[in-house]
């Protein structure tokens, strides 16, 4: 099952809709964002900025997509470990706080293979890192 999704980006040419599913990844333009190891293994960061959509100067979101060509460590859903984990991510600008408003997991590289699991609720906000991933997309989307 797909999840059509509207969005608008920064440029107002690019506006319309794009369905979230099995296929997320063929639906972005994925730029690599950071380079970054965890538990020893190396995992990418791609951003789509054509989707970032702004709500006045208080937030914006933004789809990311972290993905481990190894498999993510120590992670197991049901029997198999998750390769690709794409969500869209709210940043509450002046309060420094972000949430995920959309995640979905996949078995494979690059977002192929099989939704393993898939969150359409927004989780609370939290407060972002110093210095971390969040933090340098805060300072990027929230100028």
């Not at 690599?32 to 965890?38: F, I, K, L």
């Not at 359409?120 to 989307?141: C, F, G, R």
Request: one cysteine or more; proline letters at 6%; a neutral charge.
């Amino acid at each position: 099952m797909n999840t059509l999704v509207n969005f608008q980006s920064a440029q107002p040419s690019k506006t319309g809709q794009f369905s979230i599913g099995v296929n997320t990844a063929a639906h972005a333009e994925w730029s690599v964002y950071a380079e970054a190891v965890e538990k020893g293994k190396p995992f990418t960061v791609y951003i789509d900025k054509d989707t970032i959509k702004y709500n006045g100067k208080h937030s914006a979101e933004i789809w990311t997509m972290f993905d481990f060509p190894k498999g993510r460590m120590g992670i197991v859903i049901g029997d198999t470990t998750p390769f690709t984990l794409v969500k869209l991510e709210k940043y509450y600008c002046s309060t420094r706080l972000i949430e995920d408003v959309y995640t979905e997991t996949f078995s494979g590289s690059m977002g192929r293979g099989e939704t393993i699991i898939k969150l359409s609720s927004p989780t609370a906000p939290v407060p972002i890192v110093p210095n971390s991933k969040e933090d340098s997309t805060l300072k990027l989307l929230c100028k």
